[in-house]
């Protein structure tokens, strides 16, 4: 389990953009947020990605990066960046199972009959601080009910003007 104020694990990924993603070498003002999601199967994380995507520009003038995660392979990561309205979010793909334990992700298998990958992770968010570690963890065991973003933000504003500390670091 990942603890507050401690560093989380590395992550190399690529992206959607012909790029990569190396969370050691992102510098934002206040946070970076990763918001693992399930893949291009899932019709929840279309939905939310849209929003993220949709509220970038609010998001980034906070001083926070943000990025999507997936086990997909390329393949599938690039219909969801050419199909998915997700505006500039940045799309990172091609996560191994064992970096998704890493960061304490559940795992599911494949439903019969379902076009979901053999193995994929189950949401979650993270806010990781400029020096590495972590503020903020969410996982989820099922697709279903994300941290609203309009109230994520407004409680970002919050920490962010009373130096708010990471909760849960007696763990």
């Not at 510098?27 to 994380?45: A, D, Q, W």
């Not at 997909?72 to 064992?98: F, K, Y």
């Amino acid at each position: 389990m990942l603890k507050p104020n401690q560093p989380v694990p590395s992550l190399d990924l690529p992206l959607t953009i012909d790029a990569r993603f190396v969370l050691a070498d992102q510098s934002p003002e206040n946070f970076t947020m990763l918001v693992f999601y399930r893949g291009k199967h899932c019709p929840i994380c279309k939905k939310y990605l849209t929003e993220i995507g949709g509220k970038l520009d609010e998001i980034t003038k906070r001083g926070i990066n943000v990025f999507a995660v997936s086990m997909d392979s390329e393949e599938r990561a690039m219909v969801s960046h050419e199909d998915w309205e997700t505006h500039n979010l940045p799309l990172a793909h091609s996560m191994s199972e064992d970096k998704a334990r890493e960061w304490g992700l559940y795992i599911s298998s494949k439903r019969e009959g379902s076009e979901e990958p053999d193995v994929f992770s189950e949401p979650g968010l993270f806010l990781v601080r400029p020096d590495g570690t972590l503020f903020m963890a969410q996982m989820q065991s099922a697709p279903f009910t994300r941290p609203p973003i309009d109230q994520l933000l407004d409680n970002l504003d919050f920490v962010m003007e009373n130096n708010y500390p990471a909760r849960g670091d007696l763990t």
